[in-house]
């Protein structure tokens, strides 16, 4: 055994085959596979009997194993670890008598140094095998073509990884002896210390260690590399190993921060952290920025690692900063991150050192810095830690207001996520607010004044008691007396010791500064003696100098006056001579108690006037917030929601209008937005607080009431689906319906406006529950319609509207074609509704006209014939008129015309009776019409279905004998029983049409009788001139309209001659809603007067625009009219003053956009309008209106086209002015490499219009942008090619320019003529027009018919923006233009315009 030769740790298995020279071990034979279970028998007996030593003459054997690991079977392998455990284990347990032995051999422990780096080479080469096979085979069990192949990996896996933490603990027990004996007490060799910790490293590079089930596996790997950290000085080798395992596997890095913060929390070696640290902070920047594997491995542990030990990580942050400067942005998201980390958990308590407070600001600017960071990702991050930062209350308040403004600011970020993270933050800054739970600044803006003022009254108080200022000549006057006395005294024999006492300084400055501070003292007499001796010994020098004639009594006090108020006036600022009452004055003001209440008074306003600065800022992000419900992006608009939630907890009076705007998202098409709103209702008013089940009723009631004050009727029906919604789930309780219901009866005190509230919730409850209505409706009758009712009709229309949710909405029916919901003619609802109407008739009130609407209609919804009902309404009503007409005649003679009546010459009636007969005819008519087409349309149908199935069962049985017969016939038979179906149903619309047509308004109906009075009123403005009389004239004439095409024919040049020329917004808008409802009912007829729908456009009022605006959109997004030539009056809308109309511009080309190409084939069209000089628009309106169309552009295949066709343009522009606004729209195109390819194959077209500095910048803009999108190698000289073309072509023109400016004649574009600023755009109504204007047009193919005759065909090809809806190849898309065909001089291109000059 002494003999043995030494056995060395190979760097690879392969070397222990060589011969390393004298006194080394080498492997004299590697057995084949089949001799090794025998071998390993051998061993074990050896093992049995000579212990861990036996490996000496059998590490052959186990080293065949490793050798043909491959290819054995797996209980070969299985019997060599289980061997190889058995003797590490057993020399493990034997070590430390060996160790402890003083009188052992070195023969002995070489023998046992050789067996322990034997068997642990074996071991940890068995283990390292294990482990690659298990890697291998786990990667076969994922493919998906062995998936049913269960236990294909089975034996070796399970067994490895059952048996893997009880080998590593095995040496971890072994590394935590005292080896260094066995090297003879020097250190552990390295490479039996890289020998031990390799496997760990090994068994670490497998991703699937994270996982939950191996937690004991990690858990004993880092124990195992603690020891050889404590026992074997494994620092320097760990750190470079984990520094190259976190650069090459991601996986690893929460790993090793777990690991790091046990060893140093446990084991104490918190060195190793700053080690990792510092050999992190020395990587190159540069060099991260190329390698993302490595920097995502880095930066994810140093943030796991700064959560874990904080405080560590401070000590070492230094070492980190510069990457805060690198360009790797995933870096400064860690470093970051981990000061965030020190913020939250090591420098947020209340008692900091100076210097811990300075390391906590200097964190919170660099944070803040980075919160506008090149980079989005690090923005947001940042956004991000500041969240927490605030929900751990970390932040110090002084930083509160600049960190609140920084998120604020970030609202406007171009990035999605970073704005969702500011908001984040700013409903965090809410919840976790140190100020107020109410934030209203309105509440906060009293209690500040009331403070300021108190605090400006004590520190007045505080100033007068200091000494007051006396001028020092007064203050000299005062003294003199007894100044004069003293200096009489100097005179008179001297006292013993005065000489002595006072001596003369030896400069005349040191003598001065002890003469005034002896005045000072009130020690005149010294003073006087002093400034005698100073006139003796200063002669001739300032101050000490006095007239000659003067009295040497007179001289003293001339120089004592001049030294006290000279010294008093330099010093006054300052150090005010005081007397002694001065001074107990001042003592008195000094004292503890008042300075700490003037302390205490001035944090308080410094602490409201916080609270009040935060409010303003919470204030002003809820307008931008707001603006962000209708982003395109989901998690934007969530979060603008959950924050409104939020600040509804604080009563911010701008929260409620928060809400109400989330409203309409209730109609989102995506599920999580609609969702949001409801969860967002749910919380802010289905969860009160209060305890009683009455009480949380009589709060969610309240609630919602306040809601539906002053809400428009969009709002309304969007509450209504959200309460439906929580209907149908039972989320609203049994208890709110019950009062409600009291409220409505009135057993509930309430006011009118709650009662009100109260029917409209019980209308929006019946969407989901009918029966709610349906098993009260006597009650809504009896209480809503009664006699009370003519003193508000408010109320009774909200139960009509509530009681129709029964005809929009009935029960389930049990069959298909069961007849509908409908209530006999003799009902009593009817029977009130017609009183009520009648009854309010002749009153004059403004919400008659809206009741007797919903009246109208709910008669013709639920009432068996309807007809009749209204007829005998319109006949009483009527028959009331003229019995106040007659009333009216007979009154003439003896009292005039009232100003509140209409008169023709005849006779006279009140305005209001005119206006409620008026109304009631039109909305008759219009409901008529409705009812015909749909109710009566539907029942005709459903019976004739009805009949039809009758007849089919009755010849049922003849079809199966026809059947056996003739499979020809049944064919034919339901080919004839289809067509007699279709014909049928023309058959009855033809029939409902002719009743509409020829009956409905002929002499012998009812609406034949009204005709001619509205006719008179509407052709009669100057007669008829009351504003309402007017609107609701037009808007009947409308309906009558809708009855009869006939009659709709005729008069339409009426109502366009109205819409243009009436001076009433309110005339002009009630005919565009009517223009829209009859171009969609009679289409043809309409067409011809679209040039005047677009007009209105341009109308001066903003009612009148807005109305048009939405008029146009449902029209334009229905096909219903042509879009070519006038769409850019739409466009215009996007500069509009009002808001509201600018909305309504943008929601329009947004729905557009939503239709294919649509936006794409209308630019050039609305490019070519716009930027004609006599569009009157201005070019700074035409870049707003360009910048929003042009986000619609998202397609390569456009963006192509679209730069070629606006480089073509450039060959028919006329004006500057449009070479600017062309090559502004090029700047809002993203050029690709194609897109760069148009740009120089079309140059020749702007070449010459490059000398404009405005044109040449735009181009550069393309070009500067273009290289910060990523130019390819390829195209990086195309894009420099064309570069210096456009810099030649540009001074090339600046120098023609001044050639031409010298003398030459060339002749340069004229400028374009603008039309004077102002009203420019906004047209006003002309009254110009001829009654030629409103002749109706002839139809389409006679104009282009009459047109074609008029102007000779053109031979010259023209470049024109066409439509690329059937065209979409790339070839079709391209604008072509053969040489023969090119202009030679700029000539015009325009379309031709559908709006008439005015």
Sequence with gaps: MAAAPEFHLPLAPADLLRDGGPGRYVVREVLPARELPPALAEFRAAFRARGALAVLQHFDCMYSVLHHFRTVGTAVKEDALELMRHVVSHHSNELPTILSNSGLSHADRAAHLNALKMNCYLLAGLMDAFEMETCNSSGLEADPGRKNRKNHAKAPGSLWEEEREPLLQLLTQLLQLDLRQLWGGLAVEEEFVSLMTGSCYRILENPSIGLQRYRLTREAVTHLLAAALVHCDHMFSATLKITQMLQHFEHVAPLFAQAVSLWAKEYGLKSLVGELLREIGQKCPQDLAREASGVKGYATFISELAEQIPALVLANMSVLLPHLDGESYTMRNAVLAAMAEALVQVLSRDQLERAARATRDQFLEVLQAHVCDVHSFVRSRVLQLFTRIVQHKALPLTQFQSVVSLAVGRLKDKSVIVVKNAIQLLAAFLSNNPFSSKLSCTDLDKPLKKEVQKLKEMRDRSRPTAAPVIAPEEEWEAMLPEIRAATQQLFQPLQKGEEEVLEVEETVEKTVEQITGLLKKLNYKSAARLTQRALCHFQGKEPFVGPGEESEEATILGVLKSLYTGSCTGESSEDPPRDSSSDKIEEAVQEEQPQTELVKQEMLVQYLQDAYNFSLKITEALNLISKMMYENSVSVVQEAIEFFVTVS?????????????????????????????????????????????????????????????????????????????????????????????????????????????????????????????????????????????????????????????LASNPKPALEKNSA??????????????????????????????????????????????????????????????????????????????????????????????????????????????????????????????????????????????????????????????????????????????????????????????????????????????????????????????????????????????????????????????????????????????????????????????????????????????????????????????????????????????????????????????????????????????????????????????????????????????????????????????????????????????????????????????????????ETKALAEELEQKLSASHNRGLDSTETCQDGSQTPMPAPAKRKPIGSSRRQPLSPANTDDDFVTPPSRTLRNHKRAQKRPPRKKAIVTFSSDEEN???????????????????????????????
């Design 1368 to 1398: 979409n190849s790339e070839d079709e898309l391209l604008a072509e233009l053969r040489e023969e065909e090119t202009p030679t001089k700029t000539t015009p291109i325009t379309r031709s315009s559908a709006r008439r000059l005015r």
């Design 649 to 805: 907890q604080f009563d911010v009076p701008q929260a409620l209008l928060g809400v109400r705007r989330m409203l309409p998202l209730i109609w989102s098409k995506e599920p999580g937005i609609k969702e949001a709103v409801l969860n967002a209702y749910r919380q802010l008013y289905l969860s009160p607080s209060e305890d009683s089940e009455r009480a949380k009723a009589q709060a969610l009631v309240h609630s919602l009431s306040l809601i539906m004050v002053d809400a428009s009727l969009g709002t309304i029906q969007c509450l209504e689906e959200i309460i439906s919604e929580f209907v149908q789930k039972d989320e609203i309780k049994p208890a709110v319906t019950q009062l409600l219901w009291e409220r409505f009866t009135e057993k509930s005190p309430c006011s009118p406006l709650e009662r009100r509230a109260a029917v409209m919730l019980l209308g929006m409850m019946a969407r989901g529950k009918p029966e709610i209505i349906g098993s009260n409706l006597e009650i809504l009758v009896t209480m809503g319609l009664s006699e009370k009712a003519c003193e508000d009709y408010r109320l009774p229309q909200e139960v009509c509207n509530v009681i129709s949710k």
């Design 820 to 1273: 509908p919901f409908r209530l006999p003619q003799n009902h009593m609802l009817f029977g009130c509704l017609s009183e009520t109407v009648s009854k309010g008739f002749a009153q004059p009130s403004s919400h008659w006209i809206p009741f007797m609407e919903s009246a109208v209609t709910l008669i013709y919804q639920l009432a068996e014939g309807a007809e009749e009902i209204c007829a005998d309404i319109l006949h009483v009503c009527s028959q009331q008129a003229l019995e106040k007409l007659q009333e009216a005649d007979e009154q003439k003679a003896d009292a005039g015309d009232s100003p509140c009546r209409v008169s023709d010459g005849a006779g006279s009636l009140p305005t209001f009776l005119l206006l409620h007969l008026v109304s009631l005819v039109g909305q008759v008519a219009l409901q008529q019409v409705a009812y015909l087409e749909v109710s009566v349309s539907a029942e005709l149908r459903r019976r004739r279905i009805l009949k039809e199935e009758k007849t089919k069962k009755k010849s049922d049985t003849s079809i199966r004998k026809q059947r056996a017969q003739s499979t020809g016939n049944e064919t034919t038979m339901e080919e004839e029983l289809g067509l007699v179906g279709a014909t049928a149903d023309d058959t009855e619309a033809e029939l409902i049409r002719s009743i509409c047509e020829t009956e409905l308004l002929d002499g012998k109906h009812l609406f034949s009788a009204f005709v001619p009075l509205v006719l008179k009123i509407c052709n009669n403005p100057g007669l008829y001139s009351d504003s309402a009389l007017s609107a609701a004239t037009a808007l009947t004439l409308g309906k009558l309209c809708m009855v009869s095409s006939e009659f709709c024919d005729s008069h339409l040049r009426l109502l366009f001659t109205m819409m243009e020329k009436s001076t009433l917004p309110g005339v002009r808008s009630n005919l565009i809603i009517a223009a829209g409802d009859l171009a969609i009912r009679y289409p043809n007829l309409v067409e011809p007067w679209t040039s005047h729908l677009y007009a209105r456009l341009r109308d001066p009022c903003p009612s009148v625009r807005q109305t048009a605006g939405l008029v146009m959109t449902h029209l334009i997004l229905k096909d219903m009219v042509k879009v070519k030539g006038q769409v850019s009056e739409m466009a215009t809308l996007l500069i509009d003053p009002e808001e509201e109309i600018v909305g309504v511009a943008q929601n329009f080309f947004g729905e557009l956009a939503n239709k294919g190409n649509a936006v794409y084939n209308l630019l050039p069209d609305i490019i070519s309008h716009l930027s004609d000089p006599n569009s009157g628009i201005e070019e700074e309106s035409f870049h707003t209106i360009m910048r929003h169309l042009f986000s619609y552009i998202t397609k390569d295949k456009q963006t192509e086209s679209l730069v070629e066709k606006l480089c073509q343009r450039f060959r028919t522009a006329r004006t500057e002015r449009q070479y600017r606004d062309l090559s502004h729209c090029l700047t809002l195109l993203p050029v690709s490499d194609r897109g760069l390819h148009k740009l120089q194959d079309n140059y020749d077209c702007f070449a010459d219009k490059l000398q404009d500095p405005a044109v040449y910048s735009c181009f550069q803009t393309v070009l500067a942008r273009f290289r910060r999108a990523g130019v390819k190698p």
